[in-house]
């Protein structure tokens, strides 16, 4: 069953529960953050990463609240379109969803690199093969394609057994390290800030911090699909920030008391693994770590298909986009960002092999520069909504007269994602390398999207009006909790 390009996804009717919205919203990808970024978080912060991930929390909790009072309302598939169109206006509105939609495309779009790259390793590993990268890049694409065809319900699930299973293998690698005492010991120096190593810096762990968190919201995509959404979706938010807070804060603290020492151990925890327990652990780790990549792919795609579906339901986008299969599934926007991932898959690939064609030939493929590109891209523009939401939250609040019980979460929601975007401009703190490129990427990125928008203010005034018009009707009628 195809849609004419009016009809909600499920709005009404839908089916999916609290458990589907906790899935989704796990798209976060708990372990391979925990894995790859944590890794960056440890290094820049001076060795009290968990103190890092206390305050980064704290400051997600408060963006938990404003989403989730936005949730309460708004249950549009655009999420943060109707969130904003509602409070600061449609204009703000169109931008806000372009550039969060954006976001996640290009987040989604570099996860095929990282598939690969650490997928190759592995297999290398365990079973004395060398396999180019593409090859796993193209199983991810495939393996998310067909789970989200197969529909929201299908693959929200196989999304939250995909986390399930990749979380066993960290928490049997945590006990061990920590009854053992790592290296010297348990200790709580790493929760104080004034025991940063020389060159480190709380403010450059957060960068990365927030990073790690960035997709716990996106349960508010399934709005239109879940059965009581004004419960749901609030619950799915706070449960995802507080597992996953939780998990950064346990591996941190692993992977900072299990490295260094005599046998200078790395932040790595397949390397812990092996050292304390085992090159089987070792080995349960990296598939963990892969099926968690898989996880985010799935979570990822989903929601951008839908922002796709919202912006065209509402004429910003080709109509062809509002097709919606005989599964709920909004299958048009499902295929084109499995065709942007293979478009970066391929683009990746092109550039390395020019790039290195006459000053290191024949170096082995890494995705992983595609992926910092990406994800500093995604993390800068998903920062600025953040921040734009906390804002439009407080003019919600003002509005309503709550403004007493949500001011200090809006402005811990602030403070947290307006530092994230300061610090890319501060001398010190500013990324540098790929993850520059990603920023300055984004930079593009932001002035592209409000040429877009004037062009269709100037040449489409009546789409724009009416897509803000759109985005208002999706008040949430459900009574119930």
Known sequence: ??????????????????????????????????????????????????????LTMVGILGLGYVISEFAKRFSGAGAVYEFLAHTIGK??????????????????????????????????????????????????????????????????????????????????????????????????????????????????????????????????VLGEETAKPKRSIPIAIFTVIVIT???????????????????????????????????????????????DIIGIAIGFSAACARGLYALSRDQLLPKPFTKVSSRRVPIVGTMSISALMVILMVLAGLIWNWSNSTTNPGVPFDGFWMFLIASAFGSFLISLIYALLCVAAVRMFLEEGTLGRGAIPALFGFLISAGGIAAQFI?????????????????????VIIIWLVYNMVRRPGAVDAAGDHALQHRLTETGL
């Open 245 to 291: 807070g939780v998990i950064y804060l346990v591996t941190q603290y692993v992977g900072t008391i299990g490295s260094g020492g005599p046998k200078n151990i790395p932040f790595d925890f397949q390397a812990i693994a092996t050292h304390y327990v085992g090159s089987w652990l070792s080995a349960l780790i990296g598939i963990a770590i892969m099926l």
């Open 427 to 447: 001398s010190g703190l500013a990324p540098t390398g790929t993850a520059l490129q990603g920023r300055n990427l984004a930079l593009v990125g932001i002035v």
């Open 1 to 54: 069953m195809e849609n004419d390009g009016g009809v909600l996804l499920g709005q009404g009717s839908g089916t999916l529960t609290t458990t589907d919205c906790v899935a989704q919203s796990m798209a976060v990808g708990p372990i391979f953050s925990a894995a790859v970024i944590g890794g960056a978080l440890a290094s820049f912060a001076g060795g009290v990463g968990p103190f890092v991930v206390i």
């Open 91 to 220: 204009k703000a509105a169109i931008f806000g969803a372009a550039a969060y939609f954006l976001a996640y495309a290009f987040l989604v779009g570099g996860l095929p690199m990282a598939f690969g790259s650490t997928a190759v390793p592995f297999w290398q590993t365990e079973f004395h093969q060398n396999v180019p990268w593409w090859i796993f890049g193209v199983a991810l694409i495939a393996i998310v394609t067909v789970i989200n065809v197969l529909g929201i319900t299908f693959s929200v699930r196989a999304q939250l057994t995909v986390v399930a299973l990749s979380i066993i293998p960290f928490m049997t690698l945590s006990i061990v390290v920590i009854s053992k005492g790592g290296v010297s010991g348990n200790h709580f120096s790493v929760f104080e800030p004034n025991h940063i190593a020389a060159g480190g810096s709380v403010f450059k762990g957060l960068l990365f911090a927030i990073l790690m968190f960035v997709g716990f919201e996106l349960a508010a």
